[in-house]
Structures are given as C-alpha cells and as structure tokens.
C-alpha cells in the first residue's frame, strides 16, 4: 500500500468525504448525545489536529484530536472519569470562550473497512502524535476504546484494561497499538460515554429484543446495556481507557 497521511486541513477537498467514509462503528453508537450534538461544531474547527490517510487520492481512514484547556479550576490535573463525552464538553466550551489550550486529545481513528488490518491505525496514531508534538504539546491523551472488550461485557475494564501478556504488553490488541506508540495506561474512564433510549429505539438500533429487565448483553458493546421493562428505557455506559502519550 502507498499511503499518504496528511492533515485534514492540508487536503480541505475531504472535509465532506470524512464524514461520508464507511467505518465499523456500531449503530447504537451513533446516538451519544454528547457526539450527536457536539462532535461536529468540535472537530470541524479544527481540521488541522485531523489527520487522514488516502491511497491513490482515495480516503482510507482518518483520525481526529482536539485541544482543550485541562488545568483550569474545576477540571485537572486528575484526567475525567467522564473520558470521551468530557473532552468535547470541554473543547466546545473552550472554542466559544476563546480560551487558550494546554492539552490535546485523541478522539477517535477510523479506518474504512476494506483496509482493516492493514497497520492504519497505527500509522494514524503515530500521525496524531507528530501532529500534536508539531503543535508544541508534549503529550497527547486518548481516551481509548479497548477493542477486545466487548468479547467479555461482563468483565470490569479495570480488570481488562490491565491485563497483560508474557511479554508484559496489553491484552487488549488497541491497547498494545497504543503502548507500543508511546502511550502509558493511566486510569479507566468509567462513565465515557452514556446512550440512553426507550426499548423500541434500542431494539431498532441493535436488532435485538430487550424483553428482560436487568442487564443486557448486546453485540459490540463493552459491558451491558440495563433494561427497564416498567419504565421503558434501556441505558449503556460505556467505560474508556485513559492513556497518555509522552511526546
């Protein structure tokens, strides 16, 4: 493969294909209030911490970060249990606020489908720290998605996160991208990201029945989803991993 990563804002004739590349996010996903009302006006203000791979002038995958401010009263030093969903809080209030950043956050890494397992998403990760280096920041953090966690939902990500093999890397397969890039394993995020909905929402969102109550196994997510048949709703809150990444 001849990739070329660039910034987002180096290449602007991809600002709208980004949004319109395939990826593997689950559906349910999707429904984050936080992502829905706030990841858009976030990001697109800061195309040049977006970084995009492309092959033959066609877009493969893509990664975003944004700056924030971290050591203001009320937040730092102690990064947020609220992880993801935080971070674009805290970016968003920053950009109308104009105030000045101290901090840079890894968002999210996407890679279209057909080039998975292809090493991209190391190369995206590598491109985000050169990039947040570049900038003149000497970390970058991430509040990362262990991609094999949702193989065991009934495991605490304490217990996951931490997992090592022999050779004392990360279980978890994006976990040891991240720690053989650099980045150290910090703390569990425990409240990242939170979707809730009525029954029928969940149900057209993941195909599946939820016609029990108490907790809920549902594919690609990593811990369960808790139902509630009497007052009709079901909410998912899922754990991150903060890692940090010493540039």
């Given at each position: 493969?001849?990739i070329?990563i660039t910034?987002?804002?180096e ?6 294909t980004?949004?319109e590349?395939?990826d593997?996010?689950p ?6 209030p ?5 990841f858009?006006?976030?990001?697109q203000?800061?195309?040049d911490?977006a970084v ?5 002038d066609?877009?493969?995958?893509h990664?975003h970060?944004v ?6 009263p009320g937040?730092?030093p102690?990064?947020p249990?609220?992880g993801?969903?935080q ?6 209030s920053?950009?109308r606020k ?8 890894a968002l ?5 489908p057909?080039?998975q397992?292809n ?9 985000l720290r ?9 970390e970058?953090?991430?509040p990362?998605r262990?991609n094999?966690k949702h193989?065991?939902?009934?495991t605490s990500?304490s217990?996951?996160a931490?997992r090592t093999?022999?050779?004392g890397?990360?279980a978890d ?5 991240h720690?053989r890039?650099?980045?150290?394993i ?7 990201q939170?979707?809730?909905?009525s029954?029928?929402?969940w149900r057209t969102?993941?195909?599946?029945p939820f ?8 594919p690609?997510?990593?811990s369960p ?13 899922e ?7 010493s540039?």
């Open positions: 493969m001849a070329h910034t987002l804002a290449r602007p004739e991809f600002i709208g980004v949004w590349m395939p593997s996010w559906t349910f996903m999707d429904h984050d936080i992502a829905w009302s706030l858009g006006p976030v990001v203000p800061h195309r911490y995009i791979a492309t092959e033959d066609v877009l493969v995958g990664g970060s700056p924030f401010a971290l050591n203001l937040r730092g102690e990064l249990d609220t993801w969903d971070i674009l809080m805290w970016a968003h920053d950009l104009e105030i000045t950043p101290d901090a840079v956050s999210e890494i996407s890679i279209h057909e080039h397992g090493g991209l998403s190391a190369l995206l990760l590598n491109a050169d990039n947040a280096k570049s900038k003149g920041f000497t970058l953090l991430a990362v262990p094999g193989l065991e939902p009934h990500m217990e996951y931490f093999r022999e050779d890397l990360p397969p994006w976990l040891r991208v720690v890039a650099g980045g150290t910090v703390k569990v995020a425990p409240a990242s939170t979707i809730s909905g029954l029928a929402q969102w993941t195909g599946q016609d029990v109550n108490g907790p809920v196994e549902v690609l997510t990593l989803v808790i139902c509630d048949l009497a007052e009709n709703y079901a909410v998912y809150v754990p991150n991993v903060w890692v940090r990444h540039l």
